[in-house]
């Protein structure tokens, strides 16, 4: 049984930082890898993807400003964001990607992330 869990997020200020964290269990852990996000009202969202070859990418809007890494030994994903604003409140996500119907049920609760001064 494939379990996702998401944590890190919390609470800071424009301008600061945060890292989440994402463990996978219950499967191997070598597929290519995304963090999604959602604010309220708007649609999930993919904001960088890894594949397991450690290939990135990024939505222009945290490019230059958060960086995907995954440690395969841990199957943990990170998402390091820095110079946070208050665009990037959401609730985030990680799950493999692309998204397909099988993997859609692997959601997890997703961890919140709240910029505000």
């Known amino acids: 049984q494939v379990q996702i869990v998401e944590s890190g997020g919390g609470l800071v200020q424009p301008g600061g930082t945060l890292r989440l964290s994402c463990v996978v269990s219950?499967?191997?852990?070598?597929?290519?890898m995304g963090w999604w996000r959602q604010s309220p009202g708007k649609q999930r969202e993919v904001v960088a993807s890894i594949t397991r070859n450690n290939s990135t990418n990024y939505d222009d809007s945290v490019k230059g400003r958060f960086t995907i890494s995954r440690d395969n030994a841990k199957n943990t994903l990170y998402l390091q964001m820095n110079s946070l604003n208050v665009d990037d409140t959401a609730v985030y996500y990680c799950?493999?990607?692309?998204?397909?119907?099988?993997?859609?049920?692997?959601w997890g609760q997703g961890t919140q992330v709240t910029v505000s001064s």
């Open positions: 219950g499967t191997v852990f070598g597929s290519a």
């Open positions: 799950n493999f990607h692309p998204i397909t119907p099988l993997r859609a049920r692997y």
